[in-house]
């Protein structure tokens, strides 16, 4: 039988924790399915954002991730959930992939010199199944994907969160992820987003920064896939220089930025999530900044099931 | 002198609520949560409950540097400071070194490692965009996303005197745990340490943290005397000789360790041991024992584990008492 779409929010992190919790607490109330918070070097710590929202919900499922590898040991990632678990029970899942290579570069990584990243990250979810299942818990463990050597090894999880908003772009997802085909794969998109009833201009420019942010951290077969490379790659490069994204934002063409994120009215989002769920989509995490308006929250509420 | 509490991460939550209703709030000022890195569990997600769960400051004493990289620390701690609106205190410090080596870490240069931990951290809560290349770190204009308005209190957890006077230098506060002999010499370190720099004892906040358990019947110490065979087992020979306890029983101790496990080094546990590591008695005869530390400058001891027989009860004695004295 077809599952139901399920629906989350994804939060960054980075905005008041009391506006997360709050958001939290009226995403489960509007019965969104999921809160994703988000990690990495430059925000807050993941698992105590999610134990705050925890602490103030009671059945919303909670996704820590993106969690890199190469910031997290694998005992780290199963002290966090067997901790939250024992805390606030079992509505926590875990996504795991190499992170946001700007931002590990930031702390010293550098993810093109990472010795066989599929393996490894195969390697760490089999721990963090043996870990947790020695502590007697069962939990999902997800990939975050977006170029097609990850997207191949997506049949050892229990799902795929793709980074991705574009159904032509999750279609090409997809196709990969069949090819290598696993029965009962979830297949989520998780997107920069803002799906508004009034738009707002100083929420759509915290879209562009969402949205530049996974532009510039595709990869270069990515972007050249998608056409974007040539015109990306001077702005990839002042950020390997260490200039900061702020300082160039302006200077990303539009169309781009809008080809990785969810913008629309909420009328128009019916039918992308239709697109979405004929490809096979599963889940649709709406990610930052749609925390960041109440009134844009709302506007999820009763979408399809 | 304030009264603290402590536990470790690995406390189950029914215990960990159990024990944080038993809290008298206005007796007890903070509850400490020391890392069990055998255990799996997060220091930082149970310091987080906690601070949810009561008014009292929530301090983590320890984490080690060696066991996560210093942004993960100064993130978790930038985030627990904003979840306890400013009652949470970082403690850090080398770690177990046993513990650490099983788990395949490299602990090198421990006393520049611990200088530049603090030193980062607090220039990345400061909302700095930080640059900084060692042996360990590789920042490239790093910074946090979001400033933070409090200064989180660092507290070193460390026993070597060399590090205690590096907590002089650089700390907020010093969390010293040993024999009780070897306190003394410890806090002399910290002083030194301190006016080096031009600062005074009394800018540091010095805290006390030994077993303590409430019991009237000599029966009961059976535990206790396990607690002290592992703590024994763990403590540096060069702490040991600061102290009464003989270096030479030590390591026969160590040796029925190795060879017959905690029970069997135990029963090598004498009394001369249990009083230099472990705070016992009745209620009054503890809360004295720790009031006598005020004369070599203690700010805040620390009750707990194993606390007593009845752990609820104990704590509710010892708050009684403490709020008579």
Redesign the interface.
């Known amino acids: 039988m077809e599952e139901d779409m399920k629906y989350g929010l994804g939060v960054?992190?980075?905005?008041?924790?009391q506006d997360i919790v709050e958001s939290s607490v009226e995403m489960e109330r509007l019965g969104l399915h999921y809160i994703w918070v988000a990690d990495s070097?430059?925000?807050?710590?993941s698992?105590?954002?999610?134990?705050?929202v925890a602490?103030r919900t009671s059945k919303i499922r909670i996704g820590l991730g993106l969690l890199s590898p190469l910031?997290?040991r694998p005992?780290?990632i199963?002290?966090?959930l067997?901790?939250?678990m024992?805390?606030y029970g079992e509505r926590f899942e875990v996504c795991i992939g190499p992170g946001d290579i700007n931002q590990l570069?930031?702390?010293?990584i550098d993810v093109s010199t990472v010795k066989s990243l599929p393996n490894l990250l195969i390697r760490v979810r089999e721990e963090i199944d043996a870990?947790l299942r020695?502590?007697g818990f069962n939990v999902k463990v997800w990939i975050g994907a977006q170029g097609r050597r990850l997207l191949e090894i997506s049949r050892f999880f229990d799902g795929v969160l793709l980074n991705y908003a574009r159904p032509k772009h999750v279609e090409w997802a997809v196709n990969i992820l069949n090819s290598y085909g696993k029965d009962g794969l979830y297949v989520g998109v998780y997107a920069p987003s803002y799906i508004y009833k009034v738009r707002d201009e100083s929420l759509y420019k915290l879209l562009r920064v969402s949205s530049a942010t996974v532009a510039l951290g595709a990869s270069d077969s990515t972007l050249k896939r998608l056409g974007f490379y040539e015109r990306l790659r001077g702005f990839k490069r002042l950020l390997a220089e260490?200039s900061?994204l702020e300082d160039f934002l302006d200077e990303i063409p539009d169309d781009i930025l809008e080809e990785f994120a969810i913008c629309t009215c909420r009328s128009e989002l019916t039918r992308i999530i239709s697109d979405f769920k004929r490809l096979g989509v599963t889940h649709v995490i709406f990610s930052y900044p749609q925390v960041l308006s109440w009134e844009n929250s709302a506007v999820l509420s009763g979408l399809p099931a | 002198m304030m009264l603290d509490i402590g536990v470790t991460s690995s406390i189950q939550r029914d215990r960990l609520i159990s024990i944080l209703r038993s809290i008298d709030e206005n007796v007890f000022h903070c509850v400490w949560i020391g890392e069990d890195l055998d255990k799996p569990y997060d220091v930082f997600v149970k310091a987080s409950f906690t601070l949810m769960n009561t008014y009292l400051n929530v301090g983590i004493g320890i984490t080690s540097i060696f066991f996560r990289d210093t942004p993960t620390i100064a993130r978790a701690a930038a985030s627990l400071s904003e979840v306890g609106r400013g009652r949470f205190r970082l403690g850090i410090g080398v770690g177990g070194l046993q513990h650490l080596r099983s788990m395949g870490v490299k602990v090198e240069k421990p006393i520049s490692s611990m200088r530049e931990t603090a030193t980062l951290l607090r220039r990345i809560w400061r909302g700095e965009i930080v640059s900084h290349r060692s042996s360990r770190l590789n920042l490239r204009r790093y910074s946090l996303c979001c400033p933070y308005s409090h200064m989180i209190p660092i507290f070193f957890g460390v026993r070597g005197l060399r590090l205690l006077e590096l907590a002089g230098e650089v700390s907020d506060g010093v969390i010293l745990s040993g024999p009780k002999t070897y306190l003394e010499e410890a806090v002399c370190a910290v002083r030194r340490g301190a006016e080096k720099v031009n600062r005074s004892i009394e800018d540091i906040c010095v805290v006390v943290w030994l077993p303590t358990m409430l019991t009237l019947e000599r029966k009961h110490l059976e535990s206790a005397r396990r607690i002290v065979a592992f703590i024994l087992a763990d403590t540096p020979l060069s702490i040991l000789s600061l102290s009464r306890i003989r270096v030479d029983d030590v390591l026969i101790l160590r040796r029925a360790l190795a060879e017959g496990g905690l029970d069997a080094a135990a029963r090598l546990v004498d009394d001369e041991m249990l009083n230099e590591m472990i705070f016992y008695g009745d209620a009054g005869d503890i809360c004295n024992s720790l009031l006598s530390l005020e004369r070599i400058h203690v700010d805040e001891v620390v009750y707990g584990p194993p606390f007593g027989v009845d752990e609820a009860e104990s704590i509710i004695k010892v708050a009684e008492a403490w709020k008579r004295i």
Do not use: F, K, Q, W
């Open positions: 960054n992190a980075d905005e008041r924790l070097p430059s925000l807050r710590y698992p105590v954002i999610a134990s705050a602490e910031i997290h005992n780290h199963i002290n966090s067997v901790t939250l024992d805390l570069r930031r702390v010293g870990g020695r502590e260490d900061r």
